[in-house]
């Protein structure tokens, strides 16, 4: 078999990480023996990341160590490989890639990204593109981005395998859950729904907001009726399967432009109708299993309409059984990504 060596940004709790690599390692390891090189450890993640101006001085020795480790890794591992598949960032906030002793050794480079990275400061992910053989893109605003600099640029969704939510599966539209799913760095995106899910409750007492999360912010004491239930891999679909509806608001920056829906498509996963913004790749996603909203008004409108008619609310479901669950078949994604892998 080909030797596969696998440079993420983050372990496998790391988030963006997780859902773009080691979701796969079962389907990559049947097809490559393969090497795990994340650049962040499991620390850093959990603890430093969270308040970086307390934890300056660890997570900057970290950094330094870190980027020698790779620097030896990119130099002397990956060009004994046949392939190297580069996820998110080679070396955060470094220009050098080191690409030309992989390259002189017909080492196939293939890079992965999920988010519009090339809006930070010092990010280097334009040279990854150009000197990769391909470039998986999450959606189409960034696949627009990254094609002038490689003409071989592919959509490759972030999808999770359906099979880990199907034994929580249950009918929930009695309950009248609200919920929604992320970081602390997305938190902020729950703005534009204080007042519609507010308006709600006052109506409808009985409905119920839960926030999957490392951190709420203040939106447990703003948003009437909130609770937040701290995010844990172990945990998280379980927690989710108490949701009636999933949401995915999102400001209208160029930064959310480039988000590629995951938060929908584990609501989905649940076989949850969905509302989200309707910007970016949420058009594509929400689609007939659910509704996008734009302003306060339209947010308030969907979910009374998806919490309170069940007509329309199994219909829905209904949508996400025989049309979604195919579109975003973790099977097929999985063996899509092989293919290019492979070359």
Not at 30 to 50: A, G, R
Not at 189 to 214: A, C, G, Q, T, W
């Amino acid at each position: 078999m080909k030797k596969l060596c696998v440079f993420t940004l983050y372990t496998e709790i790391g988030a963006s990480s997780q859902y773009r690599a080691y979701a796969f390692r079962k389907e990559l390891e049947k097809h490559f023996v393969v090497q795990w090189f994340p650049f962040w450890n499991d620390s850093c993640i959990t603890k430093y990341m969270h308040n970086k101006k307390k934890y300056l001085f660890p997570l900057a020795f970290f950094y330094f160590c870190a980027v020698i480790k790779r620097v030896y890794q990119m130099l002397y591992i990956a060009p004994k490989s046949d392939v190297v598949f580069i996820q998110k960032a080679c070396i955060p906030k470094i220009k050098a890639l080191f690409f030309h002793r992989i390259q002189k050794k017909n080492v196939r480079i293939v890079f992965d990204v999920d988010d519009a990275v090339y809006l930070e400061p010092k990010d280097n992910s334009d040279k990854i593109a150009e000197a990769a053989d391909a470039v998986i893109c999450g959606n189409e605003t960034l696949k627009q981005h990254y094609l002038p600099l490689n003409k071989n640029t592919i959509i490759l969704p972030t999808v999770e395998n359906t099979s880990k939510y199907r034994k929580f599966w249950r009918n929930t539209f009695c309950e009248k859950n609200i919920g929604w799913i992320g970081s602390k760095a997305t938190v902020p995106n729950l703005e534009i729904v204080v007042d519609p899910i507010n308006k709600i409750m006052e109506r409808h007492p009985e409905v119920h907001f839960y926030i999957i999360s490392n951190d709420a912010m203040d939106y447990t004491k703003r948003i009437k009726n909130t609770s937040l239930i701290r995010w844990d891999k172990n945990s998280y679909i379980s927690d989710m399967s108490k949701f009636t509806v999933g949401i995915m608001p999102l400001k209208n920056t160029d930064y959310n432009h480039g988000k590629c829906g995951f938060k929908l498509i584990q609501c989905l996963n649940m076989k949850k109708p969905i509302i989200a913004t309707g910007i970016g790749v949420n058009t594509k996603i929400v689609d007939k299993n659910g509704f996008l909203a734009n302003t306060a008004a339209e947010w308030e409108q969907a979910l009374e309409k998806l919490l309170f008619e069940e007509d329309l609310y199994d219909n829905c479901v209904k949508q996400i059984e025989n049309n979604f669950f195919n579109k975003y078949h973790f099977g097929k994604i999985s063996d899509k990504l092989v293919r290019i892998l492979n070359g």
